[in-house]
């Protein structure tokens, strides 16, 4: 028992180590990554108020330069300058004390009035910052760009000065420039955070404006100047940027002025040529994100730490706790369960009476929340009846408590105030507390009884409306179809009729030709015009012939036949139609065979090669383009030619029988109608297309042969 103990201290004391391993390693893991989520969005935070800033800050620049822009263009066109410049006789002390004047009153450092070699004509304040180079910079700028620029000049231990400049016009020449002198010093004095720094830069990337006392421009030009120099020079002062990157893939600029870091963000001035740089501290960021984890490390712990007390509690009292949990939860459910239920629930007694009942069959029977009567089940149900089943079950429970199964009946209820209701009653044995009771369950099926009597007026009536318009539809279509035979009747009547007028007139003519002919015994003449009848007659049997065509029935059996052949074969019979037209033929030398009926596959070709030719008789140039394309399952005949096409209604009705755009005489259009039907009979598909050539592209698809089947 003594060695029980031990081992179970030693357990005790192993799983206490383990916890404390796992409760510091979460906390360590908990610090470090809240520090860096804190820190990450803290930097996205403060990077957004950083570019808030400095577009706030460049805005209220841009309104504080603005007002020096036009100061140049005073003394332009004044008549002082213009008499200096053209060498003509002048006051200088009145000039010069104009200018200070002005210099007074525009709040500038001195104004100058600049010749083209750089030299002064006039100034209200020389001294040595305004140097030649300056000055020679400032005339090559304006004499090249022929307008006013600007030049911003720092010197090492004096403030930036910005020099604004307008060239004085002499005709067409630049004769002069004027140069305001400005100290840019009153830029730093906007109102911004005491621990921010505002730093700009001139478009050779020199610091000339700092609003830090500490990183002042040349402290910067001189860091900046560090960073580039040999390793044996002194890196007291460093400046180094670079950029990072946080989850959401937002870019930073991170400054390190010595060894303090800053979140910067740098704009271009496109016009100024400046770059302006608004620097934050990162110490406050980093404090917030450490003081954060921290918070979130110790609430972690104090979590655990509670959780393994409860734990510890939970544990004593947890056998007991579950069982009456349990039982308290099975109760509370059953009891949910049977009041929220929509169903009339009964619990009714070996005699018939009513135990209890839940509250939705009180809300079904109309019955008071207190009911001190004993109440039978049977007294619930229409007793119109007195021989149904349910009604009868009820009254004799005593009798047949072994039989009293019932499952889904429909009977009619009664209400407290007399009204009936139809139901879906169900019975079932119930044994409780060792008695013998009956469960009865009750559904109210009053609005499916009216759904089903309402669906059923509307299938009723749905019904004879179907009817109605099948009817009338079937009469629609009869005189549709009755419409559609007499329009082909009377196309078809048409046709012949003009098809057969011509040749039975030439007919009459010749024969009563020949009576007199006969009487004047012009026997050879006769034989002539018997000659010209014979014509008319095959032209006629030839017209007749299509018809005949036309009405041949689907093949029995179709069986194998070469397309290449059949090709080759209408090609040859049509020789003669096609000597001035350039036939191409593209057709693989391993084209299966295609399932047809030789017979329909010449006719279809040869129509088609005759409509071919009749469209390009007008075309220069005539072309007639055959394409196989075998496929797995088909072969693809396309039938390209340039002739005068067709336009959109006619391609609709193309292939319709007596539908032609020839000249009454030329045909009875049935050529691509018996085409069309032909291709059917072989089971194949017929289309036509517009093509580029302005011609015609019919598209013919046949089965092809699967060797072996």
């Not at 007074?104 to 020389?126: C, H, P, Q, R, Y």
């Not at 030049?151 to 305001?180: D, H, R």
């Not at 906007?190 to 478009?203: E, H, V």
């Not at 009936?420 to 109210?444: G, M, N």
């Amino acid at each position: 028992m003594h060695q029980d103990h031990h081992r179970h201290q030693e357990t005790s004391t192993k799983t206490t180590w383990a916890r404390l391993v796992v409760v510091s390693v979460l906390v360590i893991f908990s610090y470090g990554i809240s520090r860096e989520a804190a820190y990450q969005w803290l930097s996205v935070q403060h990077h957004n108020e950083v570019q808030n800033k400095l577009l706030d800050y460049i805005g209220e620049v841009r309104r504080a330069l603005r007002r020096f822009y036009h100061l140049p263009y005073l003394l332009t066109n004044h008549p002082d300058t213009l008499a200096i410049v053209k060498g003509e006789q002048h006051d200088p002390a009145a000039f010069q004390a104009k200018l200070t004047q002005l210099d007074k009153a525009a709040n500038t450092e001195g104004w100058t009035l600049l010749s083209t070699s750089g030299d002064v004509l006039a100034s209200s304040l020389i001294d040595e910052r305004f140097s030649r180079p300056d000055r020679l910079a400032i005339v090559e700028q304006v004499l090249h760009q022929g307008e006013g620029v600007s030049l911003v000049n720092k010197t090492k231990g004096y403030g930036p000065l910005y020099y604004l400049s307008a060239p004085v016009f002499e005709g067409l020449n630049i004769a002069a420039i004027v140069v305001v002198q400005i100290d840019l010093s009153f830029l730093t004095e906007q109102p911004i955070t005491s621990q921010d720094i505002i730093l700009l830069q001139n478009r050779q990337q020199r610091f000339f404006l700092s609003s830090s006392s500490e990183y002042n421009a040349d402290w910067l030009n001189a860091a900046q100047l560090n960073a580039t120099q040999t390793p044996e020079h002194d890196k007291t002062q460093t400046v180094n940027r670079e950029t990072r990157y946080l989850y959401d893939s937002t870019a930073i600029s991170q400054w390190r002025l010595n060894a303090t870091s800053f979140l910067g963000h740098t704009v271009e001035l496109d016009d100024l040529k400046w770059s302006v740089s608004y620097l934050t501290p990162y110490k406050p960021i980093k404090g917030a994100a450490s003081l954060f984890a921290w918070g979130v490390a110790a609430a972690l712990l104090v979590v655990i730490l509670l959780l393994i007390i409860g734990q510890q509690r939970r544990q004593k009292h947890r056998h007991q706790q579950r069982i009456q949990s349990l039982l308290q939860e099975s109760q509370r459910r059953l009891k949910q369960m049977i009041d929220k239920t929509q169903v009339g629930l009964l619990l009714i007694d070996q005699q018939g009476a009513l135990f209890d009942l839940n509250p939705m069959a009180k809300r079904l029977f109309g019955l008071p929340e207190n009911n001190h009567h004993r109440i039978f089940a049977w007294e619930l149900f229409d007793t119109g009846n007195p021989h149904a089943t349910t009604l009868t079950l009820l009254k004799n429970l005593d009798k047949h408590n072994e039989l009293a199964e019932l499952n889904a009946i429909e009977t009619m209820a009664r209400r407290s105030d007399g009204s009936v209701f139809p139901a879906l009653f169900s019975l079932t044995r119930f044994p409780w507390h060792d008695e013998q009771y009956y469960l009865a369950t009750l559904i109210d099926i009053s609005k499916r009884k009216k759904a089903e009597q309402s669906l059923q007026q509307m299938n009723q009536a749905l019904t004879e409306r179907v009817e109605e318009r099948t009817q009338a539809l079937q009469q629609a279509q009869a005189q549709l179809i009755e419409t559609s035979k007499m329009a082909a009747l009377g196309r078809m009547s048409s046709a012949i009729t003009h098809e057969l007028n011509q040749p039975l007139t030439g007919l009459r003519t010749l024969l009563t030709t020949n009576t007199l002919l006969a009487e004047r015994g012009e026997t050879e003449k006769v034989k002539a015009n018997n000659q010209l009848v014979q014509k008319l007659i095959d032209r006629m049997t030839n017209m007749t012939s299509q018809l005949k065509t036309f009405a041949y029935s689907k093949p029995q059996h179709l069986h194998p036949v070469s397309l290449a052949d059949a090709l080759n074969e209408t090609l040859r019979v049509y020789q003669a139609q096609l000597a001035d037209i350039d036939v191409r033929v593209r057709m693989p030398h391993d084209t299966p065979l295609i399932e047809g009926e030789g017979q329909r596959l010449l006719q279809i070709l040869g129509n088609l090669v005759s409509n071919a030719c009749d469209a390009m008789a007008n075309t220069a140039a005539p072309t007639l383009v055959f394409v196989v394309t075998p496929t797995e399952r088909t072969v693809e005949l396309t039938v390209s030619d340039n002739g005068c096409g067709a336009s959109t209604d006619v391609l609709e009705t193309m292939f319709e029988p007596f539908v032609t755009s020839k000249k009454i005489g030329d045909g009875l259009g049935l050529g691509l109608a018996i085409t069309a039907n032909n291709v059917r009979d072989i089971n194949g598909q017929i289309s036509v297309a517009p093509n580029a050539q302005n011609g015609l592209t019919f598209t013919l698809t046949f089965q092809s042969v699967i060797p072996g089947h």
